[in-house]
């Protein structure tokens, strides 16, 4: 296996749906072109939506500010590792989630007090910013401010736009995309029985690939020290914490 560039995957799909790899032929149709750079982009986000890739892990933190509740997540954000939050200070102790249904449900939402964050909530998508965004409860104290709350998560890749893009998974895993974008897109360009029995079974078999180079912590649950707080009864332990889609 070798790294592949947009461009080199362009015309290995190019060659299956259309017997050229000539993408600068006036023969091709541009709005083919324009599906099959849409099929590889599809198929990145599917391979990488399904499986967690060490490759795609970043640090990410928020800066506390005096009161303020409701804090933007870095850009292309897909997924928060668990029991990965923790405020500067206090790195022994992990910062939990509660859904926002259930902080309403128990009648937190009306809460004023301020001090050191020991739970978060998503807080929906701020159209201005385009970002999501996380609600820290209780808000921070004056002498919280300037503090981090950090935290690992898991970056949705950039759409490939450029014929020198490299997408952003282990060069083991780029010929996948090929059969990806023709799973997705063009099946009924190709025989039947090529289909089923090359394309679809190598589109299956590099998201086994992919599934082996996860990330072990995937999944993981760790309990938290004093879950049974009497200040925030509903504490769970943090699972890795899903972006919903926009």
Known sequence: MSEHTFLQLQQRVL????????????????????????????????????????????????????????????????????????????EDFPVGFISQRDWVRLGQENRTDSGTTEAVTYAGYNPTTRRHQLKVHPKPSSSES?????????ETPEKMTAD????????????GLVHGAIVNSFAELID????????????????RQAKKAS??????ISPLRNAGSPKYPARIALRNFTIPTV
């Open 215 to 220: 990330d072990p912590v995937m999944g993981r």
């Open 192 to 207: 039947a029985q090529v289909f089923r029995e090359v394309h679809l079974l190598q589109w299956n078999k590099y998201e």
């Open 164 to 175: 020198a893009d490299i997408p952003p998974i282990p060069e083991h895993l780029h010929d």
């Open 15 to 90: 060659g299956h749906v259309h017997g050229s790899r000539d993408t600068t032929s006036s023969n091709v149709d541009a709005n083919l072109l324009s599906t099959i750079k849409d099929a590889l982009n599809e198929a990145l986000t599917s391979l990488t939506n399904d499986t967690k890739l060490m490759q795609m892990r970043r640090d990410g933190s928020i800066t506390f500010v005096t009161s303020q509740e409701t804090y933007d997540l870095p850009e292309r954000m897909g997924e928060i590792v668990a029991n990965t939050l923790f405020v500067d200070g206090n």
């Open 146 to 154: 300037g503090k981090k709350l950090n935290f690992q998560y898991y």
